[in-house]
């Protein structure tokens, strides 16, 4: 299955990633409009220093912590990609303390999100790939 | 003393509607140009650092930056330009002498844009490159003049080593030192890909890079610089630098600063020491000198590699490549006025050499003349900027061309002529690791054969248009050439005639 | 082919389900749940009340489950458990077959004998769905309500109905909240965010005597209520297994692949004993988290596959009105602790031996998850600068290479 890989040697920490993504998940068709003045809830957030930097997102793990600890039943997997309902979601937050990756956090209503591959808005491919400009994130089978 | 406040060369021009303030641009300025203001809450800029590179701009995922020249203007004056006055400025400030980056940028007349190529019509059918085979392979170093035979009658077939290149093009010599690691490891990778060579420069070669060795040139120059028998060994060829294009006549000079770590290493000199190439190689004072050192590489690497001569193109080029093609060299490369370099005093830039394509012209005929052109390979370069310039210069009779300015502007190079101060925000002319990790080999080679292929594709269709299916009935072929807007000296001089003669 | 029986119908159950189905998919299952509802979310029924989610959107598995993993569902009490004739009998002396059992009942309220406590009218329990249904239909805008115990479910069921009473007292005979897994500090940050919210606490305090509307504490103060909240503490459910005679401790005893003492029964979930693995002791982890992965390492052994779990900690992420806290593993009293501390947050990791052995987060508990997994994985954190970890977890604490197949390998 395709997944969103890091490699963290080309990393420049622009942080373009977290943009496209809170973009990309915003449901508007206009960058500026989308993000102009407000807070971004990104799916995929930059880590490091001293010239180290990488990105973290969801790594859809064959054996996910986050699933089996949903209080809510909120988390499935389906066809190797691991989804959070957000209507079952009640924003218990027990995903961001059980996954390893830190890759979930609260979204701007509370409800805990994290990256579903651009399966479900309209990037159709996962937006931080496809916006990086250094082939630091990539989207491939490995 | 107080310096004379200079305006800065650029505005950033932000649209405040589009700014999302998201700080990519801020994060990416080497120069530091941009900032954000926590108490504004908004993007603001130091125009004053700003060089124009258009890193900010091509990564502002909101298009909201564009760099404009600044339009504060001392008194229209025909003689004395802006920036002839901000020279004297600037060296009135510092007492310095002023350097440059990258080829001369004078309006000097561009000869490849003053020369059209001819294209088969009727009585001389074009070829379809689409349909039908089209070659264009060649081969780089001495030919035999005859037919030789042996004691049976036996055809002689063993010639002098020659350098195969899928398309007459090559990458030119650029130290890695001067660019980086990052951008050697594209270069290297891409000509392996595309069948072609690059030019170590006189950097020497990064161990990481020897596996590159049958598409690399090594270069030998005045500082002599990571010469060893292993780096001519790895080689395909062996290039002796004695002028460069951009700065005929003087050395060159990396500042200790530079020379850290692998670079050391490679150099073969200790961390922190200035890496000085002499103006001339020290044991360089005529041609019979040359052909010494010519033959000791040849001896070194047992006659199996063609030895380049690389000189810079100056007035009585023809003469010295005459003597050049007597000394033993299987190729020589010459480098206009207009090729680029990572630093070179402004003076010599813009003032010294002249334009290749007249060289080019005069070196051929004269080789011709002299009854020795077959004693050598041309290979030109110094601002070939297209297929059509390749095309051009193959048929005024080069064998293949150098290029660099434009490998770098595949790489990502914004032609923002600061590689001296070595803040290059796209990974190139840098040595700073986090900036050097700006350019991705993954990425800076496949853009290297993306264009590349292009230029092939196109060489073909210009080839196909003239009815010619191979690039060596090309070479030398300056009846497909005709010039527009030349005296006719310059006529005479690329043995050209005038469109519609 | 075998017959499955599970007993319970809560989050272990689904665990052992979707367990046993993982390994086998033609055996028959049948599951005896004592509720009268589909298997539905328990800990949700605070914000069932709060009105963040409804009946359709609590349940823990889609509607169809049953039917799409092939499971007879039957409701009812099971009230015998013969290991013998490998029956169990339910209390309407339903009869039911089976090869191998895994027991998940759960856990119940524990509810101490008050005097007086039945002239109180309104007294509720706050453990199920029913419970809070029937606590829902006693709420009004006026309502006085006085919750005994100041832990997990008495605090998020005081949240729960926080909008839709008059007020709200929470006593406790701890001197402090959430006292199972908060020191004082920690726990008065939170208290003082509650009581912001309106919530009245009287702790070191508890209800000793009820007299209708009136509830006399230790201390001999009264307070007056209309609705009581009952939420002193629970019990393991552990009755069945020690009539098949199972070995139970506070929980029914199990081992790393959930089978108890008697061949062919399994226990999960809140009824058993796990094995916490940050104390290295064997206890009760009665947590969501670690009953799902029961329960399905149940359901897997149960099925012919191979499944154990040695790497089970207490942890808990709980929130009110928008405090979050988290907290995972051990406090050592020999440990080492990093605290980083504001006016509303506080951060705290507990390091003994060079790994992180429990961590204390409030306030921002974003990527809380990396300190969870250093506590769950012993991680050695003694090359990591800790007065940076600290204050933001991060995986900038792992080497490259570690990272590079973190992030850039499957998992």
């Known amino acids: ?142 | 003393m107080q310096e004379h406040y200079i305006y800065p060369e650029f505005e950033v021009m932000r649209n405040k509607d589009r700014c999302i303030a998201c700080r990519v641009c801020e994060r990416q300025c080497a120069n530091e140009v941009h900032r954000f203001d926590t108490e504004l809450g908004v993007m603001i800029a130091d125009e004053a650092r700003c060089v124009n590179c258009q890193r900010c701009v091509s990564l502002c995922p909101t298009h909201a930056l564009k760099i404009v020249k600044s339009d504060c203007r001392l008194r229209e004056n025909a003689n004395w330009s802006d920036s002839t006055i901000k020279e004297i400025y600037k060296q009135a400030n510092s007492g310095g002498v002023l350097l440059s980056s990258m080829g001369n940028p004078k309006p000097f007349p561009v000869y490849w844009d003053k020369i059209l190529i001819n294209a088969s019509q009727v009585t001389n059918p074009p070829i379809d490159p689409l349909r039908e085979p089209m070659e264009t392979k060649v081969f780089l170093g001495k030919k035999p003049d005859d037919i030789r035979r042996d004691e049976n009658g036996e055809l002689i077939t063993e010639i002098s080593p020659q350098l195969e290149l899928s398309m007459p093009v090559m990458f030119s010599a650029m130290s890695y030192g001067s660019i980086s690691y990052n951008a050697h490891a594209s270069l290297a990778r891409a000509a392996t890909e595309l069948g072609i060579c690059y030019n170590t420069g006189e950097g020497g070669l990064h161990e990481d890079f020897y596996v590159y060795g049958p598409n690399t040139v090594v270069q030998v120059a005045s500082g002599r610089f990571g010469v060893h028998k292993n780096y001519l060994e790895a080689a395909a060829a062996v290039e002796i630098k004695m002028g460069q294009g951009a700065k005929p006549g003087i050395g060159g000079h990396l500042p200790g600063t530079k020379i850290v770590g692998d670079i050391s290493r490679t150099r073969m000199i200790p961390e922190g020491s200035d890496a000085i190439s002499p103006a001339p190689h020290h044991d360089i004072y005529s041609i019979e000198d040359l052909r010494q050192l010519v033959f000791s590489l040849k001896e070194a690497t047992e006659y199996k590699k063609p030895i380049i001569v690389k000189v810079a193109a100056v007035h009585n080029i023809a003469a010295i490549a005459s003597g050049i093609a007597r000394s033993g060299a299987d190729i020589i490369a010459i480098d206009g006025f207009r090729g680029g370099t990572g630093a070179a005093p402004t003076r010599i830039r813009d003032n010294v050499g002249i334009p290749i394509e007249l060289a080019l012209a005069s070196v051929d005929q004269r080789l011709r003349d002299e009854g020795i052109r077959n004693n050598v390979s041309l290979v030109v370069g110094g601002s070939v900027r297209s297929a059509a310039d390749v095309v051009k210069a193959i048929a005024l009779g080069a064998d293949a061309v150098y290029v660099a300015t434009a490998a770098l502007l595949a790489m990502g190079c914004h032609l923002c002529r600061t590689c001296q101060s070595g803040k290059c925000n796209w990974g190139i002319a840098t040595q700073r690791p986090d900036l050097v990790k700006r350019l991705n080999p993954d990425i800076g080679s496949q853009r290297l054969v993306n264009l590349m292929n292009a230029w092939r594709h196109e060489i073909k269709e210009l080839m196909g248009g003239m009815g010619i299916n191979s690039i060596e009935s090309l070479r030398g072929n300056r009846l497909m050439l005709r010039g527009v807007g030349l005296t006719a000296k310059e006529l005479e001089i690329l043995g050209i005639s005038h469109a519609g003669e | 082919m075998s017959d499955y029986l599970i007993i319970g119908n809560g989050t272990a159950a689904v665990g052992c389900i979707e367990g046993i189905r993982s390994v086998d998919n033609e055996s028959s299952i049948t599951v005896v749940s004592a509720e009268n509802h589909h298997v539905y979310s328990r800990p949700l029924i605070s914000y069932y009340l709060e009105g963040k989610t409804d009946l359709e959107r609590m349940l823990y598995r889609p509607a169809d489950f049953y039917e799409k993993n092939n499971v007879r569902l039957i409701y009812g009490k099971a009230a015998k458990l013969d290991i013998r004739k490998r029956t169990v009998t339910l209390a309407d002396k339903h009869k039911q077959a089976f090869d191998k059992v895994c027991i998940c009942t759960g856990s119940s309220p524990f509810v101490p004998q008050f005097e007086g406590l039945d002239t109180v009218k309104k007294r509720f329990t706050f453990m199920t769905l029913d419970d809070s249904l029937a606590l829902e239909k006693a709420l009004t805008k006026d309502s006085r309500v006085l919750i005994v115990g100041a832990g997990l479910i008495g605090l998020k069921c005081a949240e729960g109905i926080a909008e839709r009473v008059g007020s709200i007292t929470v006593c406790d005979l701890a001197d402090r909240v959430l006292s199972s897994i908060l020191d004082s500090e920690c726990a008065a940050v939170m208290q003082s965010h509650l009581e912001k919210h309106g919530i009245r606490f009287m702790l070191g305090d508890t209800a000793v005597r009820f007299d209708k509307n009136t509830a006399v504490m230790k201390s001999g103060a009264k307070v007056g209520f209309d609705i009581l909240v009952l939420a002193v503490g629970v019990r393991a459910e552990t009755s069945l297994a020690a009539q098949a005679g199972c070995e139970v401790d506070r929980g029914i005893v199990i081992d790393s692949e959930m089978q108890t003492t008697v061949a062919d029964v399994y226990a999960a979930g809140d009824c058993s004993e796990g094995f916490d693995s940050s104390t290295g002791t064997q206890r009760v982890l009665a947590i969501l988290p670690n009953a799902y992965m029961q329960g399905r390492c149940a359901g897997v052994n149960m099925a012919g596959g191979s499944s154990s779990l040695s790497d089970l900690i207490p942890m808990n992420s709980i929130g009110f009105f928008g405090l979050h806290c988290a907290t995972a593993g051990a406090y050592p009293e020999d440990a080492q602790v990093y605290e980083e501390k504001s006016a509303d947050s506080i951060r705290r990791l507990y390091v003994r031996n060079d790994k992180l052995a429990g961590f204390i987060v409030i306030g921002d508990v974003s990527r809380a998850g990396i300190y969870t997994s250093l506590v769950r994985e012993k991680t050695s954190v003694e090359d990591v600068d800790l007065n940076e970890l600290k204050k933001e977890p991060s995986l900038a604490i792992f080497s490259s290479e570690v990272r590079r197949k973190k992030l850039g390998g499957v998992v």
């Open chain 1, 1 to 142: 299955m395709k997944r969103v890989y890091v490699n963290e040697e080309w990393c420049l920490g622009c942080h373009l990633c977290e943009y496209n993504c809170a973009y990309a998940n915003s449901g508007i068709d206009d960058m500026v409009k989308a993000l102009k003045g407000r807070q971004i809830f990104p799916r995929v957030h930059i880590e490091g220093n001293d010239g180290i930097n990488y990105a973290v997102s969801c790594r859809h793990c064959k054996d996910p912590l986050c699933v089996k600890s949903c209080i809510a039943g909120a988390i499935s997997i389906n066809d190797g990609v691991i989804r959070i309902d957000k209507n079952k979601c009640v924003g218990c937050l027990t995903c961001v303390l059980v996954c390893p990756y830190g890759a979930v956090a609260a979204g701007p209503t509370g409800v805990a999100q994290k990256c579903e591959l651009c399966l479900s808005n309209s990037c159709g491919e996962p937006a931080c790939a496809k916006g990086c400009p250094n082939n630091a994130i990539v989207f491939e089978e490995r």
